[in-house]
T-cell receptor
Framework: DAGVIQSPRHEVTEMGQEVTLRCKPI?????LFWYRQTMMRGLELLIY????????DSGMPEDRFSAKMPNASFSTLKIQPSEPRDSAVYFC?????????FGPGTRLTVL | AQSVTQPDIHITVSEGASLELRCNYS??????LFWYVQSPGQGLQLLLK??????LVQGIKGFEAEFKRSQSSFNLRKPSVHWSDAAEYFC??????????????FGKGTKLTVNP
């Protein structure tokens, strides 16, 4: 199994642009989580899905952030418009049987 | 709401020395506790977890952790550190959520440096 796959690994964009981060969870996992990691705030849970349905998006910082999971093998996190304070590493994780498996992350830099 | 405190931001040990990383949590019910390790540029890997039962938990790579309810602690230990253990370590507490999974709250992490 390839593990959780995230793309792109690095993204540099300019303020105001739309950014889309992608995640492919491990096959058979029923939960998918999006996290954001910054020096100031550490690892924060943004949103999670159960069987493709968004359950809790209370961690999404603003309406500029949105996430979708159109099927069991794909999820996106979109930021529109992006701002410099969105610069962070964004992780996707999928879960089965008491363990969350993390992807390698997408390092986002907004100039 | 649950929270996790890792009081040591950075720890340096010599290779072969013992290691203890501290973690204190706040949670109203019986906690689910986790330790993850993150190598530079990588995602997080689970080292070990505590759900119930024996309070001394064994994990991968020779790590263990002990749950002490009276101290609200879940410290991570390793008797002899290897250079490859240099990484950042995160403690997390999980609260049960709909469907049986856990919603994790992470500490700020402890960065471990290993001197040769």
């Amino acid at each position: 199994d390839a593990g959780v796959i995230q793309s792109p690994r690095h993204e540099v964009t300019e303020m105001g642009q739309e950014v889309t981060l992608r995640c492919k969870p491990i096959s058979g996992h029923d939960y998918l989580f999006w996290y954001r990691q910054t020096m100031m705030r550490g690892l924060e849970l943004l949103i999670y899905f159960n069987n493709n349905v968004p359950i809790d998006d209370s961690g999404m910082p603003e309406d500029r952030f949105s996430a979708k999971m159109p099927n069991a093998s794909f999820s996106t996190l979109k930021i529109q418009p992006s701002e410099p304070r969105d610069s962070a590493v964004y992780f996707c994780a999928s879960r089965v049987v008491n363990e969350q498996f993390f992807g390698p992350g997408t390092r986002l830099t907004v100039l | 709401a649950q929270s996790v405190t890792q009081p040591d931001i950075h720890i340096t040990v010599s290779e072969g020395a013992s290691l203890e990383l501290r973690c204190n949590y706040s949670y109203g019910a019986t906690p689910y506790l986790f330790w993850y390790v993150q190598s530079p540029g990588q995602g997080l890997q689970l080292l070990l977890k505590y759900f119930s039962g024996d309070t001394l938990v064994q994990g991968i790579k020779g790590f263990e952790a002990e749950f002490k309810r009276s101290q609200s602690s879940f410290n991570l230990r390793k008797p002899s550190v290897h250079w490859s253990d240099a990484a950042e370590y995160f403690c997390a507490v999980g609260a049960r959520i709909e469907g049986g999974s856990e919603k994790l709250v992470f500490g700020k992490g402890t960065k471990l440096t290993v001197n040769p």
